[in-house]
């Protein structure tokens, strides 16, 4: 009867959390954006031939797209995109990627997602210069724009970046350095560039895109897969795939109506990492090293039959604090941030604050001497066993289910299952 209980509750804590709950919107999610870029773009009044005045101008007047290559810091793993204006007399770069870590509460807006970003004017040759101490790559994509087109974005790019008007709200899928210079393209085409790239497939989703670039490093890798949700595997078409610098270039290119002739102006110094062109979640290796640590969890409660209970806890308790902590961030990601890649984490059906700190609580108390060793070694693997099941009912229901728990997340689920299903089920100390 005890067993028929269990899964009941399991299975009710599962619809609580996958139906229900994800309608639910603790705060308002429709952050306002100061400048929204098609808004914008929109109501901008787009200048004819008829109305240039000096046509020569523009002739000698040069609109290139530049695409940097990754640099070391992480948000800069992902490269970089500006346009850059060249006149007889001047060449200056037009950067919507400008942010500040000393900004006015950064980091409680950025949890938030109100990354206030800014749009930055400079000058080609300093701004080069950077790029090249930096040791990134930057590639020159010459325009193929009419005279109207030209005149149309250097007044839209000196409208926006008036300092009343160069601050928007920023968002790494949907509103960034790249997303902002496609809009403006699509503007000047009339939207026949994102008609176009969106009837070009994909075959992919936000999340497989930005993994490529994140494979280098794999506990990041493997942060970011946690605290993401459902909405990161949305699968895109082309003109989204665009949020990436480099998808942005080659759709440019591969639209002849606007791009033209490419010019490499340096090339890194020995690369950095090399972007996979292949998806691969690393489902296998997070795998085995859920087993390698769960099978020293085990060695631990092992040795000399549960009298190292003491060490066991310790090992977990390091463990299960981690997990706490990026329990609550995905808690607050999901009900109380703006950041649209967070909301509806199935993970946090099984890694939720409630069962993390149980599980935390219990390995603290494999700490306390007063108690037997067996007793609380056993209620510790109570709840490991507990979190197992709720981890593979979540993955049956996922193979009934697919088309609403599309979560790309078996690269999460397998190791947690494995660490918990081994703790659990293994070597359970009721039987010592």
């Known amino acids: 009867m005890k067993t028929y209980k269990h899964y009941f509750l399991i299975f009710a804590l599962l619809t609580f959390f996958i139906f229900p709950i994800y309608s639910f919107d603790l705060i308002n999610h429709n952050l306002i954006d100061p400048f929204e870029s098609g808004v914008e773009l929109n109501k901008f009044h787009k200048i004819s031939d008829s109305e240039i005045i000096s046509q020569k101008f523009y002739d000698d007047c040069t609109i290139s797209l530049l695409t940097k290559s990754a640099g070391d810091a992480i948000y800069s793993w992902f490269g970089h995109s500006e346009i850059l204006i060249e006149t007889p007399t001047d060449s200056i770069i037009y950067d919507y990627g400008v942010f500040s870590f000393n900004s006015e509460k950064f980091y409680s807006n950025f949890a938030q997602g109100k990354m206030d970003y800014v749009l930055y004017t400079s000058y080609y040759k300093s701004s080069l210069y950077y790029s090249e101490k930096e040791n990134r790559t930057v590639k020159k994509l010459k ?9 149309s974005i250097i007044s839209f790019l000196n409208y926006n970046s008036k300092i009343e008007n160069r601050t928007y709200l920023y968002d790494f899928y949907k509103d960034n350095c790249a997303t902002r210079i496609r809009d403006i393209l699509s503007w000047t085409s009339d939207n026949d560039f994102k008609k176009w790239a969106q009837s070009q497939p994909s075959n992919g989703s936000f999340r497989k895109l930005s993994n490529r670039s994140i494979s280098r490093n794999l506990p990041i890798f493997f942060a970011l897969n946690l605290i993401q949700g459902h909405n990161a595997d949305t699968p895109t078409t082309l003109w989204d795939d665009m949020y990436l610098p480099s998808h942005l270039e080659a759709a440019v290119k591969q639209y002849n109506k606007i791009g033209s002739s490419e010019k490499i102006l340096f090339t890194e110094d020995g690369s950095r990492f090399n972007i996979s062109e292949k ?3 690393h489902t296998i290796f997070f795998s085995i090293m859920a087993l390698i640590l769960g099978i020293i969890a ?3 409660k092992r040795v000399k039959v549960i009298r190292n209970s ?11 604090l981690l997990l706490t902590i990026f329990s609550f961030v995905m808690l607050y990601l999901t009900f109380f941030s703006g950041i649209y890649a967070g909301w509806r984490n199935e993970n946090l059906i099984f890694l939720n604050p409630l069962t993390a700190m149980i599980a935390l609580t219990l390995a603290i108390r494999m700490l306390n001497k007063k108690k037997q060793p067996i007793k609380r070694v056993s209620q510790f693997e109570r709840i490991c066993r507990w979190i197992a099941d709720i981890i593979f009912v979540l993955f049956i229901l996922k193979l009934i289910f697919p088309t609403q728990l599309y979560q790309n997340n078996l690269n999460i689920i397998s190791p947690f299952f494995i660490f918990f299903a081994l703790q659990g089920f293994l070597f359970r100390s009721e039987k010592y």
């Open 279 to 281: 998806n691969n979640n």
């Open 298 to 300: 085990l060695t631990f």
């Open 143 to 151: 325009l193929n724009l009419s005279n109207a087109q030209k005149a």
């Open 310 to 320: 003491r060490i066991f806890g310790i090992f977990n308790i390091i463990i299960l």
